[in-house]
């Protein structure tokens, strides 16, 4: 199994900046397609951003701009900065990875963390 621990979330102002970071760990081969997605409230989940083992990102539109996602392979982490941050990206983020584990059949599964709140009022 793959656990994934979200952190960085909190209250910030308008035009604040934040840091979310996830960190994986368990029984972890290699950690595929990694990314963030957001939940707000009465809202569906929605896709942020995703990123590969080697460095390709993909972004919603609304994301373009203002959201930056990240890893670091070795410390099997993604993280996610947000600048400019407006009272609309209120919401609870997640990250999930696509990873394959360490058993002998080299299984292959989709993992998701708890999430991390993030209030963006003044």
């Known amino acids: 199994q793959v656990h994934l621990v979200e952190s960085g979330g909190g209250l910030v102002q308008p035009g604040g900046s934040l840091r979310l970071s996830c960190a994986a760990s368990g029984s972890i081969f290699s950690l595929n397609v990694m990314g963030w997605s957001r939940q707000a409230p009465g809202k569906q989940r929605e896709l942020v951003a995703r990123i590969d083992s080697g460095g390709s990102t993909n972004y919603a539109d609304f994301a373009l701009g203002r959201f930056t996602i990240s890893r670091d392979n070795a410390k099997n982490t993604v993280y996610l900065q947000i600048n400019s941050l407006k009272p609309e990206d209120t919401a609870v983020y997640y990250c999930?990875?696509?990873?394959?584990?360490?058993?002998?059949?080299?299984?292959?599964?989709?993992?998701w963390g708890q999430g991390t709140q993030v209030t963006v009022s003044s």
């Open positions: 999930n990875a696509d990873a394959t584990l360490r058993d002998r059949w080299y299984s292959r599964g989709d993992y």
